[in-house]
């Protein structure tokens, strides 16, 4: 630890460890610390990982900041009491959801519980025609009653999402307004906040979930303030959002829903990142970490980000990268299911966390399994920051090898051959599902487990390169130092493109463009630094989903470019869906505009990371166990490695973040840009 160091931070909440990453700008350093989470109180794990790089925080320039606390609210349905207010005549839009079947030929199947019942849903006297105009003013003198049934029925938080607000949001802000002046205590959500699209029970569902989440992201944050500002740092807190970029904390206080990804994101962007610096267009980024396991991909150097997605059944309207989640992590617990072996998604969390963690686990996971077969060194786990103690996962692993009547060995391998092959499926997922092919990929592997399960998972799907990040097990809280101020907004048309005015759809442009740069100004962006990037929304007509068609810089919306649009758009839902329709007609959806503030860190050269190599203990020779037999295995440390030196498998590579497993039939090397790049021996037949 050093008080003179000036750090630009990145701390990523996990569900077993906080990872944090620090650049120290003035000595071009790379700086690393690990430590458990604390569920109870997670800001009190942030602070511990900041005390491990410096114990003056005033020197820290920017903090930026993964957390799962609104994800977590939202899975476990944890969140605020919230109430819906919507307009009279339309109280069942949100509890009715589409008439379409999810799962066609699943009988059993139901709609997740909605987060508002229908009892607290509010029809309040209101109505705009499609233009937005008034047809039904606010009555506020009716929102006294509303305002005495909230009281009563203890609500925490209100969305409000009434029909055409998104196109005249002039009723929503009035009672939005209402309820601040005369009910402080609760969190008010307007769906013009966070949604100006089209589509009632998507529109609807989202501003829920915003408002569900909201309060409890506010009370963290405001937790976590306090504690920074106890340690002398006086300076704006940024959180990683879902679409890739950053907001500030006082933004996203109001826009939870923006920053529900937030925590596995960071991995997605460093993905991109290493994209570009590798000179490798196609990557699968695989993040495992105590908890979850997490896929994105990086297509043609870019993260694929959808405008559209569902999370647990509920459909959420912004941008955001493209990731599937499952639970499988190193924490997962192994289970009997009258005999069939299950992996998850139950985890043993950071607390008591698994059985070698001597915390109080009784139950077997897979971070157990792979201290049985040797795949650990319970002697330099986190860089021999943490002691674990192999007994206590022998004895377990034991105990559920009896209900199979299996050896300890074969019980462990079995549990990791259940969750390799569910991250596989996971990957299948995200790529044949959609028709893309994962053998055109490099799998890019990161989080605390990742790497010592990623060669297993390549060759379950027949990708030949694995690439194993500097600080892979932090790569999250990497990815966060290269984000930029990030904030999207859009406007609704649903016109013909043969009635659009052009000028029209200038001037809303230029409007939002505005607006975003007033947020950005507000979080200390200077002008310089601020990017515009528009698109149009186009489909055919008729349809109700669009594709988004990015506009040149050099293009402005007027009828001169309409033709190259239409051309834009007719390619583009060529290469999405395979085929296109030149000749129907067409018509503009939204307009949308994405804006980015670049704060990035930018190094000339690389920074060094700074290595804890104290508590390593030497390079030593140890059994594993690979496919029915233990080998002598070699134990290497990485940041000890030579870049000119081939490592031939079985080989494990530790260090502070993270462990590697190279199997036998691969070789591991470190390259130019300090990755390490694990490839199938030729002719050989990997283990």
């Known amino acids: ?321 493209d990731i599937h989640s499952i639970g499988a992590g190193g924490g997962s617990i192994a289970w009997n299911d009258a005999g069939a072996l299950h992996v998850g998604p139950q985890s043993a969390g950071a607390e008591p966390g698994p059985a070698c963690y001597g915390m109080g686990g009784e139950e077997a996971t897979v971070t157990d399994a792979n201290v049985v077969l040797g795949r650990i060194d319970p002697d330099n786990f986190l860089g021999g920051n943490m002691q674990l103690n192999a007994g206590l996962s022998h004895s377990v692993v034991t105990e559920l090898s009896k209900t199979f009547t299996l050896s300890v060995d074969k019980m462990a391998e079995g549990i990791l051959a259940v969750v390799n092959s569910k991250m596989a499926n996971a990957i299948r997922t995200m790529t044949i599902s959609k028709g893309i092919d994962p053998r055109g990929f490099a799998l890019v592997a990161n989080g605390g487990a990742g790497p010592m399960h990623a060669v297993f998972i390549a060759r379950e799907l027949g990708i030949e390169t694995i690439i194993v990040p500097e600080v892979a097990g932090a790569f999250s809280a990497w990815g966060m130092l290269r984000s930029d101020i990030r904030h999207d907004a859009s406007k609704s048309f649903n016109d013909s493109f043969g009635d659009i005015r052009w000028e029209k759809v200038q001037d809303s442009f230029i409007g939002l463009e505005r607006e975003l740069e007033n947020l950005m100004h507000d979080e200390g962006v200077e002008r310089k630094q601020m990017r515009y990037y528009r698109y149009l929304d186009i489909r055919y007509v008729g349809q109700e989903y669009f594709v988004s068609v990015p506009m040149s810089q050099d293009m402005t919306p007027d009828a001169q470019y309409a033709e190259h649009f239409k051309q834009d758009f007719h390619e583009l839902y060529q290469q999405t869906y395979g085929h296109s329709n030149p000749e129907e007609r067409v018509e503009l959806a939204n307009i949308r505009v994405e804006a980015r503030g670049e704060i990035a860190a930018q190094q000339e050269r690389q920074p060094e990371l700074v290595a804890d190599l104290d508590r390593m203990q030497s390079s030593r020779i140890r059994p594993v166990y690979f496919d029915g037999e233990h080998l002598d295995t070699d134990f290497r440390h990485r940041t000890a490695l030579n870049p000119k030196e081939s490592l031939q498998g079985p080989v494990v590579i530790v260090e502070k973040s993270c462990t590697t497993v190279v199997p036998p039939g691969y070789i591991a090397q470190i390259d130019q840009f300090r990755n390490l790049l694990i490839e199938k021996q030729d002719g050989s037949q990997a283990r």
């Not at 569920?39 to 794990?45: I, K, T």
């Not at 819906?84 to 079947?101: A, H, P, Q, W």
């Open 1 to 321: 630890m050093d008080t003179d160091r000036t750090l630009r931070v990145g701390v990523d909440i996990g569900g077993t460890f906080t990872d944090l990453v620090a650049i120290d700008t003035e000595r071009n350093e790379l700086l690393l610390a690990k430590s458990p989470s604390t569920p109870s109180d997670f800001s009190v794990g942030v602070i511990e990982v900041l005390n491990e790089v410096s114990d003056d925080f005033d020197r820290i320039q920017i903090f930026i900041h993964g957390t799962t606390a609104p994800l977590n609210a939202f899975l476990e349905r944890k969140g605020a009491r919230t109430a819906l207010l919507t307009t009279k005549g339309f109280g069942d839009v949100y509890v009715i959801r589409r008439g379409n079947r999810v799962r066609m030929y699943d009988l059993q199947y139901c709609n997740p519980e909605p987060l508002v019942p229908r009892s607290l849903t509010y029809e309040i006297e209101e109505r705009l025609d499609a233009k937005g105009n008034v047809l039904t003013p606010v009555d506020e003198g009716d929102l006294f009653q509303v305002l005495t049934d909230l009281r009563e029925q203890e609500v925490e938080s209100a969305a409000i999402c009434f029909l055409n607000s998104y196109i005249n949001p002039v009723h929503e802000q009035a009672v939005a307004d209402f309820l601040r002046r005369n009910a402080p205590e609760i969190f008010v959500a307007p769906s013009y906040d966070i949604c100006r699209e089209w589509r009632e029970f998507e529109r609807t569902s989202t501003v829920v979930i915003n408002a569900y989440i909201a309060p409890i992201l506010k009370k963290y944050l405001d937790t976590l303030a306090t504690s920074l500002k106890e340690k002398g740092f006086n300076r704006k807190i940024f959180l990683m959002q879902s679409n890739g970029g950053l907001i500030s904390a006082d933004e996203a206080q109001s826009k939870a829903l923006l920053s529900l990804m937030s925590g596995p994101i960071g991995a997605s962007v460093g993905a991109k990142v290493l994209s570009k610096r590798i000179n490798q267009p196609n990557l699968i980024c695989i993040d495992m970490g105590g908890t979850s396991f997490e896929v994105s991909l990086v297509i043609n150097g870019k993260e694929a980000v959808v405008s559209e997605t569902e999370i647990e059944g509920f459909p959420v309207l912004t941008p955001l990268v």
